[in-house]
């Protein structure tokens, strides 16, 4: 199933921003820093199992529980 990146990446962002619009910027700051770049994934992005790790990865770091 493709696009399972950008949904982990938006459960990310909106679990950890919970509307504010500062927090939502920093953390997709925060992916990039760790390699993930927000912008270049859709929802027909095929699932890398590494970018997946490492979005899993951020979700750990931020205290989201993500499933993938």
Not at 45 to 62: F, H, M, Q, R
């Amino acid at each position: 199933m493709a696009g399972k990146i950008k949904i982990a990446i938006n459960k990310i962002i909106e679990d950890r921003s919970k509307g504010n619009a500062t927090l939502a910027t920093t953390t997709r700051t925060k992916m990039l820093l760790k390699g993930i770049d927000v912008n270049s994934y859709n929802e027909h992005s095929p699932d890398d199992p590494a970018i997946l790790k490492k979005v899993k990865e951020v979700a750990d770091e931020l205290g989201i529980n993500i499933l993938i």
